[in-house]
């Protein structure tokens, strides 16, 4: 029996014998973005089985700018500032209302994954950062958010709203994306604090109009009762509705552009983007210490 080898004998000449290779940061960078991409498209993949998301996403906000651009289609010229319409008034304010309604909603795909128990199989995989789950979702909302976006402005530019320059619509574009993630980040941070989707519906529901009719979307400041000069003034839905607004109805701007007379200040074209990269920054730490505690 003295030439038998045992298990454990074994095992320990194969790991002498294994060489390690150490990960580099540029393997881990790798790995991150396969994972990040991979989940993002498993969300595609959703969406393609299921596409009444994306089609009711595009229909409702063109019922609103149909209907409500006919509804005020004789309200007499220069009432709604310099534009020449209501519907060019009002697409700005569409534009930013279905990447916020969408970006609102970026937190149920993964309440879902919660309840169902597929975001606990994620989190016992050996993943490479748990952050790549956060970075697929919001990937996945800023381009639905965008395609959302390029619809209704096809569909303004038919309806007599007019269309900005290649200039103005990639500056609409930054502003989208700027909006949705901050929005996408406080979604994501709701879906992982409350306790199921009822509570994250609820949450949706009741802020998704009050921050609407709280805005600049339907109507300037100018008509609105003082008090709520100054809620529309504090909404950052008005800091991304504005300068898209302004795009609108002017093909060259510049950062000291005002375009915005708030009840204590002038707000300009620069002033706003720095809001709403506020706002991103400020929401986006704020979930930082409740995402580590729940993929710990």
């Known amino acids: 029996m003295s030439g038998t080898i045992t298990p454990s004998q074994t095992n320990i000449s194969q790991l002498s014998d294994t060489k390690t290779t ?14 990040t991409f991979a989940l993002t498209r498993r969300l595609f993949i959703q969406l ?5 998301t994306l089609i009711a996403g595009v229909i409702q906000p063109l019922m609103w700018l149909i ?3 006919a509804l005020f289609q004789n309200v007499p010229q220069g009432l709604f500032g310099e534009s020449q319409n209501y519907g060019q008034f009002l697409g700005a304010g569409i534009i930013v209302f279905t990447a916020f309604a969408g970006a609102l909603n970026a937190g149920l795909p993964v309440m ?10 994620l989190l016992v995989a050996p993943l490479t950062s748990r952050f790549s789950i956060v970075l697929a979702s919001a990937t996945f909302i800023v381009t639905l958010s965008l395609i959302q976006s390029a619809i209704i402005i096809a569909a303004g530019a038919f309806l007599g709203a007019g269309l900005p320059n290649i200039l103005g619509l990639s500056t609409i574009a930054l502003i989208v994306l700027m909006l949705v993630l901050g929005v996408t980040g406080l979604s994501l941070g709701l879906a992982f604090a409350l306790p199921g989707h009822i509570e994250l519906l609820a949450v949706i ?6 921050l609407l009719f709280a805005s600049t979307a339907l109507a300037p400041l100018s008509f609105m009762p003082s008090w709520l000069q100054v809620v529309a003034s504090l909404n950052p839905l008005s800091y991304a509705i504005e300068p898209i607004r302004y795009l609108y109805l002017h093909n060259d701007f510049s950062f000291g552009s005002v375009v915005m007379e708030a009840p204590f200040a002038d707000i300009s074209f620069g002033v ?14 704020a979930i930082q210490p409740l995402l580590r505690r729940r993929f710990a």
């Open 48 to 52: 393609k089985r299921r596409p009444s």
């Open 272 to 285: 706003a983007l720095l809001v709403l990269l506020v706002f991103d920054i400020v929401t986006l730490v």
């Open 67 to 69: 209907l409500f651009g």
């Open 205 to 210: 529901f009741v802020t998704n109009l009050p």
């Open 22 to 35: 150490p990960l580099t940061s540029g393997s881990l960078v790798g790995d991150f973005f396969q994972e």
């Open 112 to 121: 879902f994954d919660r309840e169902f128990g597929f975001l606990n199989r």
